[in-house]
């Protein structure tokens, strides 16, 4: 079975740009999560969608948003394009939002954005 | 959300068995604790998930004491492509949920011949 696919893998842009980030998840799952990494910290949450709705959002502007698509993709816009977006953006699936317990995220390979 | 420590970095040879511990004094009663793995330009890749006691599976095991302010992940007989960030997660939805996951900075495993 494939694994959580991203597209583009690498993308530049220059300030004030809009960009925009695809996922396709694990066949299956309804769950997509997106996390941003910059370079030498951990990914840190930005949304959660789930059945196609916002379920969580983390502490990003409002420049980020997302959607989810009924065949469960999902795309992340950013607009705006600051220096400091420059980072590798991840996207995990799951199989449902978590709630209940235990519920193993599988992560895509990430589309490393960068802007000058 | 339960604050985690770990050691930014450490290293060790092929054929030797690692720990990493990681402290996380404040967790919750429902909380869990996972551990992530992380490949340079991949995305983090679930390893190992308990609760206490101790837990093993074929890649790591998971130690966690009775208090469950800490836990350490072991590596049984590293090889060099075990050099990757390894993180240590607390949380009570582990799957990320609404609030998702929250990770640290890593610590940085860095295997020698």
């Known amino acids: 079975d494939a694994g959580v696919t991203q597209s583009p893998t690498h993308l530049i842009k220059t300030r004030g740009q809009q960009v925009t980030l695809r996922c396709s998840p694990i066949?299956?799952?309804?769950?997509v999560s997106w996390y941003q990494q910059v370079l030498g910290q951990g990914p840190q949450f930005i949304f959660q969608?789930?059945?196609?709705?916002?379920?969580g959002r983390g502490n990003f502007p409002d420049r980020f948003s997302a959607r989810q698509f009924p065949n469960y993709s999902s795309e992340l816009n950013v607009n705006a394009l600051l220096l400091g977006d420059s980072a590798l953006y991840l996207c995990?699936?799951?199989?449902?939002?978590?709630?209940?317990?235990?519920?193993?995220?599988?992560f895509g390979p990430g589309t490393r954005l960068t802007v000058l | 959300l339960a604050k985690t420590t770990q050691p930014i970095s450490m290293d060790s040879y092929e054929g030797q068995e690692v720990n990493i511990t990681c402290s996380h004094n404040?967790?919750?009663?429902?909380?869990?604790i996972t551990w992530y793995q992380q490949f340079p330009s991949q995305g983090p890749r679930f390893i190992i998930q308990g609760y206490k006691t101790k837990v093993t599976n074929e890649v790591a095991s998971l130690f966690i004491p009775a208090d469950r302010k800490s836990s350490t992940l072991s590596l049984p007989r590293v090889s060099l492509s075990d050099t990757a960030v390894y993180y240590c997660l607390v949380g009570t939805l582990v799957g990320g949920g609404a609030d998702g996951l929250t990770f640290g900075k890593g610590t940085h495993l860095i295997i020698q011949p």
């Open positions: 404040n967790i919750a009663t429902n909380d869990y």
């Open positions: 969608y789930y059945e196609k709705e916002e379920r």
């Open positions: 995990a699936s799951s199989l449902v939002s978590g709630q209940g317990g235990y519920n193993e995220q599988f």
């Open positions: 066949s299956g799952h309804k769950s």
